[in-house]
């Protein structure tokens, strides 16, 4: 389980109060992070980008977050969004890069093969999936299946994975009907 804080300051008025007070109430073993915007895809000033985010960043990993999340603001009539598919990676890249806390992907990221490749190219440490999973729920399962990896997956499932596809959850043991 993990908490996000969003919170669209200015890098020299850290949320610091906001993180403290939320800290101290969430249960110790339960990380809390900090979702940023690293642009707003605004060029007129005064505007928001990666410059003022890396202090940011800096600031939340002093105020004790356990990770960073990396948005980018979708909210000004001005903005120019380059919408590609993983066009935020980027600026996680980046934060995770100059910042150094646990660094979550976000934005297009709907493949398997593209979420594992940004992990394992170390542009972030996570990566977090919002409208790829509202259409397919069993995205992870998947993925699991596409990457030759596994997840866990309760017993009542275990005979529900199709042919080729039945070491997703690992080694299951079943009788075979
Ligand atoms: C139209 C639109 C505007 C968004 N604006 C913001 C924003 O201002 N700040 C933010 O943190 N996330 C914003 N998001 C959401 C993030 O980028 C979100 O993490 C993303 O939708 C999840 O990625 P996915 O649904 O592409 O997997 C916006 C998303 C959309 C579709």
């Known amino acids: 389980m993990w908490w996000t804080i969003c919170y669209p300051g200015e890098a020299d008025t850290v949320p610091d109060a906001v993180f403290a007070a939320v800290r101290a109430v969430v249960p110790e073993a339960i990380p809390v992070g900090v979702r940023v915007s690293g642009t707003d895809w605004v060029d007129d000033e005064p ?20 990770w960073i999340d990396v948005s980018s603001g979708g909210v000004s009539p001005k903005q120019k969004i380059a919408l590609a598919p993983g066009y935020q990676v980027p600026l996680a890249e980046a934060v995770k890069q100059a910042v150094g806390l646990p660094t979550m992907a976000v934005g297009l990221i709907t493949e398997p093969a593209q979420a594992n490749a940004i992990v394992a190219n170390g542009q972030a440490d996570m990566v977090a999936l919002g409208r790829a999973m509202r259409y397919d729920p069993r995205w992870a399962w998947h993925a699991a299946a596409e990457l030759g990896a596994t997840v866990e997956g309760p017993p009542q499932y275990w005979r529900c994975l199709p042919s080729g596809k039945n070491a997703v959850f690992g080694k299951t043991n079943f009788g075979a009907r």
């Open 47 to 66: 505007s928001w980008d990666i410059d003022q985010t890396i202090p940011f960043g800096h600031a939340v990993k002093q105020a004790g977050a356990d």
